[in-house]
């Protein structure tokens, strides 16, 4: 059974930094690509990354370009996504996803998400 | 950026109805195109993939149509586990989602 488990779940200040992870299982992690998609409060969905399976290639919206990295680490089976100059406008739960078919096409499989309130 | 929009935003349908979302893009993305199920504290579900292909262990009475800039998600006989909120999400470039379509109860 494939499962995702995303931590990291926090409060931060206006201008501060997170990083939030997601532990997959289930799966042989290093053959998908794996994304990050977030829901701030009330709204909907909104993608924001995309890591290929090698974590050579990367990809962000642009509404988080230059301020979110994404990486990943195969030995430990593990999505991360760092977070900086955090605004009021990056609160939101943010799910970890399972790239159905490479990178920055259509998840498959989504974790229950995590979290982050970013406070002024 | 492609932008996708969906409609209605809202619906109200009782167990057993017809119900159809429509998914307009902003520019043609062939069939690059997946609908998703979201209840609330809950993992999204992909429903469809391809625009029209059923993923695996989503029942028959989802269906996905269309190609270019105009899509759509029939549910035949709605059922009281769908109520829920439906997104479309196109894959040409850059993912991008559809504002969402929420079905209530009648």
């Known amino acids: 059974e494939v499962r995702l488990l995303e931590s990291g779940r926090g409060l931060v200040q206006r201008g501060g930094s997170l990083r939030v992870s997601c532990v997959a299982s289930?799966?042989?992690?290093?053959?998908?690509?794996m994304a990050w998609v977030r829901q701030a409060p009330g709204k909907g969905l909104e993608w924001v990354s995309s890591?290929?399976?090698?974590?050579?290639?990367?990809y962000y919206a642009d509404s988080v370009r230059g301020r979110f990295t994404i990486s990943r680490d195969n030995s430990k089976n593990t999505l991360y996504l760092h977070m900086s100059s955090l605004g009021a406008e990056d609160t939101a739960v943010y799910y970890c996803?399972?790239?159905?078919?490479?990178?920055?096409?259509?998840?498959?499989?989504w974790g229950q998400g995590t979290l982050v309130t970013v406070s002024s | 950026a492609v932008q996708l929009t969906q409609s209605p935003s809202s619906l109200s349908a009782s167990v057993g109805d017809r119900v159809t979302i429509t998914c307009r893009a902003s520019q043609d993305i062939s069939t690059a195109l997946a609908w998703y199920q979201h209840k609330p504290g809950r993992a999204p579900q992909v429903l469809i993939y391809?625009?029209?292909n059923l993923e695996s262990g989503v029942p028959s009475r989802f269906r996905g149509s269309g190609s270019g800039t105009d899509f759509t998600l029939t549910i035949s006989s709605l059922q009281p586990e769908d109520f829920a909120t439906y997104y479309c999400?196109?894959?040409?470039?850059?993912?991008?989602f559809g504002g969402g379509t929420k079905v209530e109860i009648k």
């Open positions: 999400q196109q894959y040409n470039l850059y993912p991008s």
């Open positions: 996803a399972r790239e159905a078919a490479g990178p920055t096409t259509y998840f498959d499989y």
């Open positions: 890591i290929s399976d090698s974590g050579e290639y990367t």
């Open positions: 289930g799966f042989t992690f290093s053959k998908n690509s």
């Open positions: 391809h625009a029209s």
